[in-house]
């Protein structure tokens, strides 16, 4: 086949225009995407933890370097830092659940792997996040044979054994 200007592979069919225009938006996909990660990382490169005060992608181990991302503010901790700060015990708990820079109440934290500037950013994290608990069993519920803590403020799944979902 035909060079592709775009991944430079041989893959583009000499008379199928139909062909080439498919892998062609393929490509400018792939592209896009490839540059959204590139300006990720670049974002997030060089944001500090307002707790440990440590580069978040500089951590070690590297299983260590994700944000946790308040739903309230926009101040950079690790996700480590900021569950460890939530888990606390010797403060109440509208102090734990608060940020502990300004101190507006967030009611979760978000983990990611890179920082993100704009709400749009942070609006389609949180609800990426949510879906993607939601298809999660809650430890809680038990599939109706447990009772969760946290009602409708839970973002896990409240089904019974035959797959319906608890009001």
Known sequence: GDICDMCGAAVLHPDDNQQREEHQKECIKQHEQAMEHSFAVARSKDKTCGICMDVVMEKEPPTERRFGIMSSCNHVFCLACIR???????????????????R??????????????????????????KNALQEKPCKYFKEGKGECPFYDKCFYRHAYPDGTLAE
């Open 84 to 102: 460890k700060w939530r888990s606390a015990k010797q403060y109440e708990h509208k102090v734990v659940r608060a940020c502990p820079e300004c």
């Open 104 to 129: 507006v109440k967030s009611d979760f934290i978000t983990p990611s792997m890179y920082w993100v500037d704009s709400e749009d950013e942070k609006q389609k994290l949180i609800v990426g996040y």
